[in-house]
């Protein structure tokens, strides 16, 4: 009965032995699986925070280059209206120095022909002066020709009165 109770009690420690060796082999299992999930999990975390951060510097970087050839257009289009602006302005003083240059033409043309008047009817006025000092001269001398005619004449009238006493 000893010998019974001695392997019945070997039986019991063997078994609890065996039970206990699948407890810890379970134990050690399911330390692993849980080890293996919460690495799995922390690299599937880690995946997801990088994913995170490369498509946040993607989202950043396309919005510095949205932001840089915005820029890039404004810039552009300033360049673009103040070109237009200093053409506009460029063809304003040349049509502006074309009207003036065009006035002092005229005014030019139209002091030269006045001038060319005045010089015209100042040679007018010289020669019809002329002329009427030319006409005096003529009367005058026309005036002492006849004088002396006048006088030959009185003078042959007296030396043929003479005779004649």
Not at 76 to 98: C, D, F, H, M, W
Request: proline share 0%; net charge positive.
């Amino acid at each position: 009965e000893e010998r019974i109770n001695a392997e019945r009690i070997k039986a019991e420690r063997i078994k609890a032995q065996r039970i206990e060796e699948e407890r810890i082999k379970a134990e050690g299992i399911k330390a692993q699986r849980l080890e293996e999930e919460r690495i799995n999990a922390e690299r599937i975390k880690a995946q997801r925070i990088e994913e995170e951060r490369i498509k946040a510097e993607h989202i950043k970087a396309q919005r510095i280059e949205d932001e840089r050839i915005k820029a890039e257009h404004v810039k552009a289009q300033r360049i673009e209206e103040e070109r237009i602006n200093a053409e506009r302005i460029k063809i304003q003083r040349l049509e502006e120095e074309r009207i003036k240059a065009e006035h002092i033409k005229a005014q030019r043309i139209e002091e030269e022909r006045i001038n060319a008047e005045r010089i015209k009817a100042q040679r007018i006025e010289e020669e019809r002066v002329k002329a009427q000092r030319i006409e005096k001269e003529r009367i005058k001398a026309e005036r002492i020709m006849a004088q002396r005619i006048k006088a030959q004449r009185i003078e042959e009238e007296r030396i043929k009165a003479e005779r004649i006493k």
